[in-house]
């Protein structure tokens, strides 16, 4: 059974930081990998994407990288703002389970000013 | 614009209660995907259509009922047998079941047992 585990469950860093969000996965076989933003109370934001093949994702900011073999994904984010406060989750869909998210706990992170 | 509504943003519900939390896409999305988020614990996936009328049990579909009748809508109600239904709710969609498609969520519904 796919099991996600994102390390580390909250941060706080200095406005200004660049920093890293880690995720990993138990079974490689998966469709793709997706980074989602959650503001408290709030739906989730789609990030990046990231398909199977694929190594890496950027999107302003943030660059998401992928190995499959290893079971890892990591969210960059570069000159952290206080705006980039919030929960980040990450997902993988399965091959297996018909296509359906698997998420990890998150990643509560807080940027202070 | 184009997006994925949840309604009503809070819903409280008696003890012995049915309620009914409605889901709306307009992106012409073939899935749609009811998850459950508690305080702690990751999103946990109550039930799924990749077609209308037709919908498949999640991981912890017990207390809950669906319909698929439009492409467009998905509620779920949550009946008198879900023992512990207190949580947020997430709606999601997806271009099609399966495959390399990215997910897009609603806003959530929070559910409080009065």
């Known amino acids: 059974k796919q099991e996600v585990t994102q390390i580390p469950a909250a941060l706080s860093v200095p406005e200004g930081e660049n920093l890293v969000l880690n995720c990993s996965f138990t079974d490689s076989a998966i469709y793709n990998l997706q980074w989602f933003r959650q503001d408290p109370g709030k739906g989730l934001t789609s990030l990046l994407l990231?398909?199977?093949?694929?190594r890496e994702q950027t999107s302003g900011r943030l660059n998401a990288s992928l190995d499959k073999s290893s079971g890892r994904s990591t969210l960059y984010i570069a000159a952290s703002q206080p705006g980039d406060s919030a929960t980040y989750l990450c997902?993988?869909?399965?091959?297996?389970?018909?296509?359906?998210?698997?998420f990890g706990k998150g990643t509560k992170l807080s940027v202070k000013p | 614009d184009g997006g994925i509504t949840q309604s009503p943003k809070y819903l409280f519900r008696k003890e012995g209660q049915n309620v009914t939390l409605s889901c709306e896409q307009n992106l012409n999305h073939d899935a749609m995907y009811w998850y459950r988020q508690d305080p702690g614990q990751g999103l946990r996936l109550i039930y799924y259509?990749?077609?209308?009328?037709?919908?498949q049990k999640g991981d912890i579909a017990e207390g809950y009922s669906v319909s698929r009748e439009k492409k467009e809508s998905f509620p779920l109600t949550v009946t008198s047998a879900q023992k512990n239904p207190t949580a947020f709710y997430l709606c999601?969609?997806?271009?099609?079941?399966?495959?390399?498609?990215?997910?897009?969520f609603g806003q959530g519904t929070r559910l409080t047992v009065v």
């Open positions: 997902a993988v869909k399965n091959g297996g389970s018909q296509g359906n998210l698997i």
């Open positions: 999601a969609s997806s271009p099609r079941q399966g495959g390399f498609a990215e997910a897009f």
């Open positions: 259509s990749q077609i209308v009328n037709d919908f």
């Open positions: 990231i398909q199977s093949s694929q």
